[in-house]
């Protein structure tokens, strides 16, 4: 459902490793498997503060996700200010509860690489409404009334590649670009 080909072009060393920080908690995408290890490893459920649902069976609850164990504090923090920053008339208006994946050891999206959503390091939200070619002109996510939610994310260190490359709105991710 995603796809993170996209890359800047900055100049990387390939032995110079950017560890992780207070500032920058995540590793670099290039990365993360020196940092979380092998794909499909370390999960852990996250008992959510507020129900999602299943965004394309949406009468189906999902009370908890999986995510690595290293995001897991970090996710649980954002979950519960996000439940304190939307009440349940503003999470269903805006999509904030529509579950579109966490943990699925998968490729990326027509490449070799995997998705981050292999190590359980990103999560989709509402991606009917804001699919992998969405942009900030489509894109429900991208608007105003959901600027706190991005915010609560980025706080702790989470990258949205809408706010970042405008695309992919659905999804934020434990990795800096
Ligand atoms: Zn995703």
Known sequence: MDDHTLQHGLPETVHSLSPATEAHPWPRQAEVEAFFGPVGGGQAPLLLPFPLR????????????????KVHASAARCFEQIAAA????????LGLDLFGGSFNVRKMRGGERWSLHAWGIAIDFDPLRNNLRSTHATARLAHPDCEAFWQIWEREGWISLGRSRDYDWMHVQAARL
Not at 54 to 69: D, G, K, Q
Not at 86 to 93: L, Q, S, T
């Open 54 to 69: 299943l965004a394309w069976e949406t009468t189906r609850l999902v009370p908890r996700i999986s995510l690595h164990r």
């Open 86 to 93: 939307y009440d349940a008339d503003a999470r269903h208006e």
